[in-house]
C-alpha cells in the first residue's frame, strides 16, 4: 500500500533518521515510539505530504489514500458542525455527479462503437465504488461518529466557529474517521479528549478496514491498537513485530544480546591486539601480524550507546496535614442557566489518591480551580484543613511564565533549598537537556512551556497537589519519571486525566463528573472504575430486556402517597393509552416505510443485475430507462433512511418514557 524508502531528516549537523525505510501493509498498525523531538511527527508529515525528506521518497499504491490529523492547529468556519463533517462525502458526491454524466453521455452514445464499452467499464467501476460507500447511510453515520466524539445532538447545527480549538480536533477527526483513507495517520489524538471519548475512539479504531500509523502517549491504546512499533532511539530508528509492550521487552532482550555480542568482540580484539603487539617485531612472523591487523581495520565494531542517566527525581517531602484537606459542604457552581455542579457534598482526606474524570464539559477542571481556591464557587463552603498548603498546575499556567527568562532561570526563582540540587535532573526529566536550559520562554513551543510550567509547580513543597491534565505534553519516559514521584509522595493529590496507562498505578479512587448530576466515587483505580461501569450497565440492559420480556414497566406517573392501588392502576392504565395513541400512527408509519424500503432495495438489486451486463446496454430505450430508474431508487433509498432513523428514534424514546 506505502513504503518509506531510504528517506532521511536533518537540521543542521543534526541527523533525526537516516536511510529510514519500511512498509505499511493493508490492515496494518503501526506506532512510533521514542521520545519527544525523535522526529515522529515530522515522518508524519513526510508521509501525508506535507513535509519534504532531505534524501528518499514515500512510494504509494495508485489507489491509496492516506488522512492526517495533526497534534494541533486545525480550524474550521463558516459552517455548522453537521455541515462541515459532511464535506468528508464531497470525494462521494463527485462519484454521484460522474455517474449522472456518463449516464447522460451513455444515452447518446451508440452501442455499436468503442467509446460505448470504455463508458459502460467506467459507469460500472463507478456505480461500484458508490455502492461500497453506501451513500444511503451517511447521515446516520455522520451523527453516529459526532455523537462518538462527544456532540451533542443540539451542537449539530451550531457554526464551527463557536467551538474551542480542542472541539475543532474533534470536528477534524469525525471527517478522517469518516472519509475511511486507506492509510490513516494519527498524531496524539487522544490529547483533547475525556476518558469515554478515548474508549468510544478505541472501538471505532479496532474495526477500522485500513492501515494506521498512530503516534500516542497513552500506552493503552498503542498496546490496544497497534501490531508494529517503530522506535525512534539514539538517532536511529528500529521496527519490532509487536505492540508497545513488546517492543519495551523485545528492547531489553536486543540490548542484552549486543552487550553479549560486544564483550565477545572485545575478547577477540583484545586477544588479536596481543598477539600482535608480541610479534611485531619479528620478521619470520610479519605476514601474520600484518594479517591480523588487516582483519582488525575491515571488523565491523559493535558500538554501544551511552545509557542515559536514569533520572530519580523525587518531590520535596511535604509536611504533615490535619487528617481533613479539603472538605465541600453543599458546593455549587453555576455560570448562568448552566449549573455544572449543583450541591455536592465531598471531603478529600489526607493520603487520597484521586482521579479526576467524566466527558468534557462536566466540570472537572471547574472543580478542580475551586479546590486549588483559584475560582470561588457560586455558593456552599469550601474549607481548608489544618497546615494545608495547595499546588495547582493547569494547562494555563503554561501562559503565566516570564518570557524574558531562561528555562533555568524559571525554576531557580521557584526553588527550595531542599529542590536547589534537583534542578538539572528534574529538567532533564521533562525533556530539557544540555543547552536547552539556556532557551528563553518565548521561543519555546506551547508543548515545552507546559512541561516547564509543570516541572516549576513540582519543586513547591506542598501537600495537596491538584494537577490537571499534566501528561499531555509529556513523551512516555517523562510520564513514568512523573509516575515514580507521585508513587513516593506521601501527600495527597487530585489529578484530572484521560490517561489510563499513567492513572491505574498511582490512583485509589475515581470521581466521575457527570453532567447534569451528582458526582460518583469509585473506589479502585481507572481500570476498576470502567470495569463498574460496564457492569452496570451491562446490569441495566439486562433489567430493561426482562421488563420488556413480561410486559412489566416502570410506571409513568407516580401516584400521591395516599392514593389508593386501584388509582394507581387506573393512572398507569391511563398512562399507557396516552402513549399507545401517539405510538400507533408512529409505528404505521415505520411498518409501512420498511415495506418500501424492502421493495426498493428489492428493485435495486435487480436492475444493477441488469446493468452490469454489457448486452443490456444494446437495448436501447429499455437501458436507459433503467439507468433513470436506478437514480431515482438511490435518491429515494438516501431520503427513506434518514426517515426511518427519525422514526426509529422517536419511537425509542417514546417506549422508554
Same mark, same amino acid.
Given at each position: 500500500?506505502?513504503?518509506?524508502?531510504?528517506?532521511?531528516?536533518?537540521?543542521?549537523?543534526?541527523?533525526?533518521?537516516?536511510?529510514?525505510?519500511?512498509?505499511?501493509?493493508?490492515?496494518?498498525?503501526?506506532?512510533?515510539?521514542?521520545?519527544?523531538?525523535?522526529?515522529?511527527?515530522?515522518?508524519?508529515?513526510?508521509?501525508?505530504?506535507?513535509?519534504?525528506?532531505?534524501?528518499?521518497?514515500?512510494?504509494?499504491?495508485?489507489?491509496?489514500?492516506?488522512?492526517?490529523?495533526?497534534?494541533?492547529?486545525?480550524?474550521?468556519?463558516?459552517?455548522?458542525?453537521?455541515?462541515?463533517?459532511?464535506?468528508?462525502?464531497?470525494?462521494?458526491?463527485?462519484?454521484?455527479?460522474?455517474?449522472?454524466?456518463?449516464?447522460?453521455?451513455?444515452?447518446?452514445?451508440?452501442?455499436?462503437?468503442?467509446?460505448?464499452?470504455?463508458?459502460?467499464?467506467?459507469?460500472?467501476?463507478?456505480?461500484?465504488?458508490?455502492?461500497?460507500?453506501?451513500?444511503?447511510?451517511?447521515?446516520?453515520?455522520?451523527?453516529?461518529?459526532?455523537?462518538?466524539?462527544?456532540?451533542?445532538?443540539?451542537?449539530?447545527?451550531?457554526?464551527?466557529?463557536?467551538?474551542?480549538? !480542542?472541539?475543532?480536533?474533534?470536528?477534524?477527526?469525525?471527517?478522517?474517521?469518516?472519509?475511511?483513507?486507506?492509510?490513516?495517520?494519527?498524531?496524539?489524538?487522544?490529547?483533547?479528549?475525556?476518558?469515554?471519548?478515548?474508549?468510544?475512539?478505541?472501538?471505532?479504531?479496532?474495526?477500522?478496514?485500513?492501515?494506521?500509523?498512530?503516534?500516542?502517549?497513552?500506552?493503552?491504546?498503542?498496546?490496544?491498537?497497534?501490531?508494529?512499533?517503530?522506535?525512534?532511539?539514539?538517532? !536511529?530508528?528500529?521496527?519490532?513485530?509487536?505492540?508497545?509492550?513488546?517492543?519495551?521487552?523485545?528492547?531489553?532482550?536486543?540490548?542484552?544480546?549486543?552487550?553479549?555480542?560486544?564483550?565477545?568482540?572485545?575478547?577477540?580484539?583484545?586477544?588479536?591486539?596481543?598477539?600482535?603487539?608480541?610479534?611485531?617485531?619479528?620478521?619470520?612472523?610479519?605476514?601474520?601480524?600484518?594479517?591480523?591487523?588487516?582483519?582488525?581495520?575491515?571488523?565491523?565494531?559493535?558500538?554501544?550507546?551511552?545509557?542515559?542517566?536514569?533520572?530519580?527525581?523525587?518531590?520535596?517531602?511535604?509536611?504533615?496535614?490535619?487528617?481533613?484537606?479539603?472538605?465541600?459542604?453543599?458546593?455549587?457552581?453555576?455560570?448562568?442557566?448552566?449549573?455544572?455542579?449543583?450541591?455536592?457534598?465531598?471531603?478529600?482526606?489526607?493520603?487520597?489518591?484521586?482521579?479526576?474524570?467524566?466527558?468534557?464539559?462536566?466540570?472537572?477542571?471547574?472543580?478542580?480551580?475551586?479546590?486549588?481556591?483559584?475560582?470561588?464557587?457560586?455558593?456552599?463552603?469550601?474549607?481548608?484543613?489544618?497546615?494545608?498548603?495547595?499546588?495547582?498546575?493547569?494547562?494555563?499556567?503554561?501562559?503565566?511564565?516570564?518570557?524574558?527568562?531562561?528555562?533555568?532561570?524559571?525554576?531557580?526563582?521557584?526553588?527550595?533549598?531542599?529542590?536547589?540540587?534537583?534542578?538539572?535532573?528534574?529538567?532533564?526529566?521533562?525533556?530539557?537537556?544540555?543547552?536547552?536550559?539556556?532557551?528563553?520562554?518565548?521561543?519555546?513551543?506551547?508543548?515545552?512551556?507546559?512541561?516547564?510550567?509543570?516541572?516549576?509547580?513540582?519543586?513547591?513543597?506542598?501537600?495537596?497537589?491538584?494537577?490537571?491534565?499534566?501528561?499531555?505534553?509529556?513523551?512516555?519516559?517523562?510520564?513514568?519519571?512523573?509516575?515514580?514521584?507521585?508513587?513516593?509522595?506521601?501527600?495527597?493529590?487530585?489529578?484530572?486525566?484521560?490517561?489510563?496507562?499513567?492513572?491505574?498505578?498511582?490512583?485509589?479512587?475515581?470521581?466521575?463528573?457527570?453532567?447534569?448530576?451528582?458526582?460518583?466515587?469509585?473506589?479502585?483505580?481507572?481500570?476498576?472504575?470502567?470495569?463498574?461501569?460496564?457492569?452496570?450497565?451491562?446490569?441495566?440492559?439486562?433489567?430493561?430486556?426482562?421488563?420488556?420480556?413480561?410486559?412489566?414497566?416502570?410506571?409513568?406517573?407516580?401516584?400521591?402517597? !395516599?392514593?389508593?392501588?386501584?388509582?394507581?392502576?387506573?393512572?398507569?392504565?391511563?398512562?399507557?393509552?396516552?402513549?399507545?395513541?401517539?405510538?400507533?400512527?408512529?409505528?404505521?408509519?415505520?411498518?409501512?416505510?420498511?415495506?418500501?424500503?424492502?421493495?426498493?432495495?428489492?428493485?435495486?438489486?435487480?436492475?444493477?443485475?441488469?446493468?452490469?451486463?454489457?448486452?443490456?446496454?444494446?437495448?436501447?430505450?429499455?437501458?436507459?430507462?433503467?439507468?433513470?430508474?436506478?437514480?431515482?431508487?438511490?435518491?429515494?433509498?438516501?431520503?427513506?433512511?434518514?426517515?426511518?432513523?427519525?422514526?426509529?428514534?422517536?419511537?425509542?424514546?417514546?417506549?422508554?418514557?
Amino acid at each position: 500500500m506505502l513504503a518509506v524508502d531510504k528517506v532521511s531528516i536533518e537540521y543542521g549537523a543534526r541527523s533525526l533518521f537516516k536511510n529510514l525505510s519500511f512498509t505499511v501493509r493493508a490492515k496494518e498498525r503501526w506506532s512510533l515510539a521514542g521520545p519527544n523531538g525523535a522526529g515522529k511527527s515530522t515522518l508524519m508529515k513526510i508521509i501525508a505530504g506535507i513535509e519534504q525528506a532531505d534524501r528518499g521518497r514515500i512510494i504509494k499504491a495508485k489507489q491509496t489514500t492516506v488522512g492526517y490529523l495533526p497534534q494541533e492547529g486545525v480550524q474550521h468556519k463558516g459552517s455548522t458542525v453537521f455541515g462541515e463533517v459532511e464535506k468528508a462525502f464531497d470525494d462521494v458526491k463527485q462519484l454521484q455527479s460522474q455517474l449522472a454524466e456518463v449516464e447522460s453521455q451513455l444515452e447518446t452514445a451508440d452501442p455499436e462503437t468503442d467509446s460505448y464499452g470504455d463508458l459502460l467499464e467506467v459507469f460500472g467501476d463507478l456505480q461500484l465504488r458508490l455502492e461500497h460507500h453506501d451513500i444511503s447511510k451517511m447521515k446516520p453515520r455522520i451523527a453516529t461518529v459526532l455523537s462518538g466524539l462527544g456532540f451533542k445532538e443540539s451542537d449539530f447545527a451550531r457554526e464551527t466557529s463557536e467551538f474551542s480549538g !480542542g472541539w475543532q480536533m474533534r470536528i477534524a477527526m469525525a471527517k478522517l474517521l469518516l472519509q475511511e483513507p486507506s492509510v490513516l495517520l494519527l498524531d496524539e489524538p487522544t490529547n483533547h479528549l475525556d476518558i469515554e471519548t478515548v474508549q468510544w475512539l478505541e472501538q471505532w479504531l479496532r474495526q477500522y478496514g485500513g492501515a494506521m500509523i498512530l503516534i500516542s502517549h497513552d500506552r493503552s491504546m498503542l498496546d490496544n491498537l497497534t501490531n508494529r512499533t517503530l522506535a525512534f532511539e539514539n538517532g !536511529g530508528v528500529e521496527q519490532y513485530s509487536g505492540n508497545y509492550s513488546f517492543f519495551i521487552r523485545e528492547r531489553e532482550a536486543r540490548k542484552e544480546q549486543t552487550l553479549r555480542a560486544y564483550a565477545n568482540q572485545q575478547k577477540e580484539i583484545e586477544k588479536a591486539e596481543k598477539l600482535i603487539n608480541r610479534f611485531r617485531a619479528k620478521a619470520s612472523k610479519a605476514k601474520m601480524v600484518q594479517s591480523r591487523i588487516k582483519q582488525l581495520d575491515k571488523m565491523e565494531r559493535i558500538e554501544i550507546e551511552d545509557e542515559a542517566a536514569t533520572v530519580d527525581f523525587r518531590f520535596p517531602q511535604p509536611e504533615r496535614s490535619g487528617q481533613t484537606v479539603v472538605k465541600f459542604e453543599n458546593l455549587k457552581k453555576h455560570y448562568g442557566e448552566n449549573k455544572v455542579i449543583d450541591g455536592f457534598d465531598f471531603a478529600i482526606e489526607r493520603g487520597d489518591k484521586i482521579a479526576i474524570v467524566g466527558v468534557n464539559g462536566a466540570g472537572k477542571s471547574t472543580f478542580s480551580r475551586i479546590a486549588a481556591a483559584n475560582e470561588d464557587p457560586t455558593s456552599g463552603d469550601r474549607t481548608e484543613g489544618h497546615n494545608v498548603s495547595i499546588a495547582y498546575f493547569s494547562q494555563t499556567h503554561a501562559d503565566e511564565l516570564d518570557p524574558d527568562k531562561t528555562v533555568l532561570e524559571t525554576m531557580e526563582g521557584n526553588v527550595t533549598k531542599q529542590a536547589a540540587g534537583n534542578l538539572r535532573t528534574l529538567l532533564g526529566a521533562f525533556l530539557f537537556r544540555g543547552d536547552d536550559v539556556f532557551k528563553r520562554v518565548s521561543v519555546l513551543s506551547g508543548g515545552e512551556r507546559g512541561r516547564l510550567a509543570l516541572a516549576r509547580m513540582l519543586l513547591q513543597p506542598a501537600n495537596f497537589l491538584i494537577l490537571d491534565e499534566p501528561t499531555n505534553h509529556l513523551d512516555l519516559h517523562s510520564q513514568e519519571v512523573l509516575q515514580k514521584a507521585l508513587l513516593d509522595y506521601t501527600g495527597a493529590y487530585a489529578i484530572v486525566s484521560h490517561n489510563r496507562s499513567f492513572l491505574d498505578p498511582i490512583v485509589t479512587k475515581v470521581l466521575e463528573f457527570i453532567p447534569n448530576q451528582d458526582p460518583k466515587i469509585y473506589y479502585g483505580n481507572v481500570s476498576a472504575y470502567l470495569e463498574k461501569k460496564h457492569a452496570d450497565l451491562e446490569a441495566l440492559k439486562a433489567t430493561t430486556t426482562s421488563r420488556q420480556a413480561t410486559g412489566k414497566s416502570s410506571p409513568t406517573a407516580a401516584p400521591d402517597s !395516599g392514593a389508593s392501588r386501584k388509582e394507581q392502576r387506573r393512572l398507569e392504565a391511563k398512562a399507557r393509552e396516552e402513549r399507545n395513541a401517539k405510538l400507533k400512527p408512529l409505528k404505521a408509519e415505520f411498518s409501512s416505510l420498511e415495506t418500501e424500503i424492502a421493495q426498493l432495495e428489492e428493485e435495486k438489486g435487480k436492475l444493477s443485475g441488469k446493468l452490469s451486463d454489457p448486452e443490456f446496454f444494446k437495448q436501447g430505450e429499455e437501458s436507459t430507462t433503467a439507468m433513470k430508474r436506478f437514480s431515482e431508487i438511490e435518491s429515494k433509498l438516501e431520503s427513506h433512511y434518514t426517515h426511518w432513523e427519525d422514526l426509529s428514534e422517536r419511537i425509542e424514546k417514546m417506549e422508554s418514557s
